[in-house]
């Protein structure tokens, strides 16, 4: 098990930004790649990005790609997703995720999920 808590969700005006955090607990979290899924209303879980369990590699889906970063510090079993000039269609929640080793893309490939936070992006 990986208990998974995210933070950093709220209510931002479009073009702001935001850091979300999840945190996870566990002695083994360097081997973990990490993703963010996001869920907007009546719409499929959705890819955002992902990172490598050593950092060395990520990923991001083409619709956040040069807005959003994602990193991690495994020192604090950390991995973050920062935000930049944020759009209203990226209103979702959005979720952070573990699998071992391998970064991907596909929800279905991750074993862990945290509860979600909320991101609300206002025009």
């Known amino acids: 098990q990986v208990p998974l808590v995210e933070s950093g969700g709220g209510l931002v005006q479009a073009g702001g930004s935001l850091r979300l955090s999840c945190a996870a607990s566990?002695?083994?979290?360097?081997?973990?790649?990490m993703g963010w899924f996001r869920q907007a209303p009546g719409k499929e879980r959705e890819f955002v990005a992902a990172?490598?369990?050593?950092?060395?590699?990520?990923y991001s889906s083409d619709s956040v790609k040069g807005r959003f970063t994602i990193s991690r510090d495994n020192a604090n079993n950390t991995v973050y997703l920062q935000m930049n000039s944020l759009l209203v269609e990226d209103t979702a929640v959005y979720y952070c995720?573990?699998?071992?080793?391998?970064?991907?893309?596909?929800?279905?490939?991750?074993?862990?999920w945290g509860q979600g936070t909320q991101v609300t992006v206002s025009s």
């Open positions: 990172i490598s369990w050593r950092g060395d590699s990520t």
């Open positions: 995720a573990a699998r071992k080793f391998t970064a991907a893309m596909t929800d279905t490939d991750y074993a862990y």
């Open positions: 566990g002695r083994m979290f360097n081997i973990y790649a």
